[in-house]
T-cell receptor, first 119, second 110 residues
Framework: SAVISQKPSRDICQRGTSLTIQCQVD?????MFWYRQQPGQSLTLIAT?????????ESGFVIDKFPISRPNLTFSTLTVSNMSPEDSSIYLC????????????????FGEGSWLTVV | LAKTTQPISMDSYEGQEVNITCSHN???????ITWYQQFPSQGPRFIIQ???TKVTNEVASLFIPADRKSSTLSLPRVSLSDTAVYYC???????????FGTGTRLLVSP
């Protein structure tokens, strides 16, 4: 299974600032995803990080607010820009393990998350 | 509109079998259903994954009926350490969107 590391694991941020979360996978993966999980809630997909092209964002999430980089097959970053208290949440990186495509039984694994508190 | 729904919470006692069902209409024909366990302040941990019928591993079983519109995670003989939130994950229709269930908070008591 893929091992996914995220940094920072936790941070307290000032309103109006931006923070970049790093995600490192221990093997090459085709698909990487970023999720947000607000306290007591389920996970919501922010975007799919595509290697070599722009990320694909879900409804309600925009590139200006959540710019994503995917420079290679093992690494991605998510930036939370111009933060407000509403952005306080856990941000989770995930990756699809395997190269057969999800519909062939690849598994999606998650990092431990980055817990951001905006004050 | 695709929805992936689960019971909000379940209570059980140590040693009992727990079955958690997830409803996922419009699941893509070829996509798998995956279940995760999540403890507070941690990322979701993979439990089991299946496509149809029954899958079993060392910690759980997964039952998927022929119409694949639902799936049931079965945890045999739960212990206190199984107290957690359990999520199902399915891909929604042809849009390749990964949709998490609402999560089921399982409380195991002595």
């Amino acid at each position: 299974s893929a091992v996914i590391s995220q940094k920072p694991s936790r941070d307290i941020c000032q309103r109006g600032t931006s923070l970049t979360i790093q995600c490192q996978v221990d093997s090459q993966v085709t698909m990487m995803f970023w999720y947000r999980q607000q306290p007591g809630q389920s996970l919501t997909l922010i975007a799919t990080a595509n290697q070599g092209s722009e990320a694909t964002y879900e409804s309600g999430f925009v590139i200006d607010k959540f710019p994503i980089s995917r420079p290679n097959l093992t690494f991605s970053t998510l930036t939370v820009s111009n933060m407000s208290p509403e952005d306080s949440s856990i941000y989770l990186c995930s990756a699809e393990d395997g190269d057969r495509g999800y519909d062939s039984g690849n598994t999606i694994y998650f990092g431990e998350g980055s817990w951001l508190t905006v004050v | 509109l695709a929805k992936t729904t689960q019971p909000i919470s379940m209570d059980s006692y140590e040693g009992q079998e727990v079955n958690i069902t997830c409803s996922h209409n419009n699941i893509a024909t070829n996509d798998y259903i995956t279940w995760y366990q999540q403890f507070p302040s941690q990322g979701p941990r993979f439990i089991i994954q299946g496509y149809k019928t029954k899958v079993t591993n060392e910690v759980a079983s997964l039952f998927i009926p022929a119409d694949r519109k639902s799936s049931t995670l079965s945890l045999p003989r739960v212990s206190l350490s199984d107290t957690a939130v359990y999520y199902c994950l399915a891909r929604w229709g042809g849009f390749q969107k990964l949709v998490f269930g609402t999560g089921t908070r399982l409380l195991v008591s002595p």
